[in-house]
């Protein structure tokens, strides 16, 4: 099932206007972000810094108006610390948003 980016393009639209450097530039900090964020969650090993990654990544996916990755976010935060299963569906999700680009 391929990402649905409605929300999402609407709210870079609103944000960019009509300048599409500025529409790829944020796509692309979303991406990023998003990329550090799965990294930060690999790397977790303690409650915490699970659930600060996990959150940042809810702030960023919510910032965005990237509903599916806010409830990765959520699954996430429910999940224990490194917990592979939600890692890899989040890595999905930024693998097929990244190809749709």
């Known amino acids: 099932m391929a990402y649905e980016a409605?929300?999402?393009?609407?709210?870079l639209a609103a944000a960019a206007?009509?300048?599409a450097t500025l529409y790829a530039e944020l796509r692309a900090a979303?991406?990023?972000s998003v990329t550090r964020q799965i990294?930060?969650?690999?790397?977790?090993?303690?409650?915490?810094?699970?659930?600060?990654?996990?959150m940042r990544l809810k702030g960023i996916a919510a910032s965005f108006h990237a509903i599916p990755l806010i409830d990765l976010a959520e699954e996430a935060?429910?999940?224990?610390?490194g917990e592979p299963a939600?890692?890899?569906r989040i890595q999905?999700?930024?693998?097929?948003?990244s190809a749709s680009i």
């Open 92 to 97: 999905h999700f930024i693998d097929e948003f």
């Open 30 to 32: 979303f991406v990023e």
């Open 77 to 81: 935060l429910d999940a224990a610390p």
């Open 86 to 88: 939600i890692v890899r």
């Open 39 to 54: 990294d930060l969650l690999r790397r977790s090993r303690c409650d915490g810094n699970w659930q600060v990654a996990a």
């Open 17 to 19: 206007g009509d300048d």
């Open 6 to 11: 409605v929300e999402f393009d609407a709210a």
